[in-house]
């Protein structure tokens, strides 16, 4: 198993609605819901820092 660095726990109030869809989602990409929150977050910086063309071509292998 790989050893992770990560910061102390960060809590984060979700409505429920944005709750459960989360939940769902990670469920389908075989992850817990923090898992799938740093997914998405490392994916948004990609796309923050490269531009829009990232964006795109995430979306077009989906």
Known sequence: MVA???SSPLLLKLPP????WLN???QKNS???TGQLIEMIKA???RLQ?????HNEDQ???
């Open 4 to 6: 992770r660095n990560y």
């Open 17 to 20: 609605e944005l709750k459960a």
């Open 24 to 26: 769902e989602y990670a």
């Open 31 to 33: 992850r817990n819901m």
């Open 44 to 46: 948004e910086r990609r």
């Open 50 to 54: 490269h531009g829009p063309e990232v």
């Open 60 to 62: 077009e292998k989906g």
